[in-house]
């Protein structure tokens, strides 16, 4: 006797996101990469300019591990656009300072990450946008605001199965 597989009576959202997510996330790369920006590098540089951060602070913001970070701001320092220096409010913690130049490639970035959002959304019709991001923003500040420890991370896209 041959087993079947059990029939699916949900929609696969797991597929559906991790896909949309992983194609997402390729596009943003392949348009920051047109500046010469990775998306960590954007992150650091965007949420530096909006107030005095640690190096610890951006990683977490940026869910970057330490080695991560410090790659990405030796190469916004490589770059000039981002300088480490202590803090003003405690000497001891080295802050992301973005430079003139730093400031004006994180304005180019933003547009350039508003226009891939702006395109992926402009694909729909727009009475499906607005419920499509109503719906997210209600799923991330809802059911899947945190995550369930687990002792296996998926981090892969899978592809779709028929």
């Known amino acids: 006797m041959t087993a ?36 960590r590098m954007h992150c650091v540089l965007v949420h530096a300019l909006e107030e005095e951060r640690t190096q610890i602070q951006l990683a977490e913001l940026g869910d ?47 547009e350039v990450v508003d226009g891939v959002h702006r395109d992926a959304l402009a694909s729909l019709p727009d009475d499906e946008r607005e419920v499509l991001v109503r719906s997210l923003n209600r799923l991330v500040g ?11 991370v998926a981090r892969r896209a899978r592809e779709r199965q028929r």
């Not at 605001?145 to 687990?150: G, I, K, L, N």
């Open 4 to 39: 079947m597989a059990p029939a699916r009576t949900e929609t696969d959202l797991s597929f559906l996101l991790d896909h949309t997510s992983h194609v997402l996330r390729t596009r943003m790369a392949a348009a920051l990469a047109e500046i010469g920006l990775t998306a």
């Open 64 to 110: 970057m591990d330490k080695t991560t970070m410090v790659v990405t701001v030796d190469a916004l320092e490589k770059a000039g656009y981002a300088v480490r220096r202590p803090s003003s409010v405690d000497r001891r913690a080295r802050i992301i300072a973005v430079t003139d130049k730093g400031a004006e490639v994180a304005a180019r970035s933003q």
């Open 142 to 152: 809802g059911h899947l605001a945190t995550p369930v420890e687990s002792p296996q």
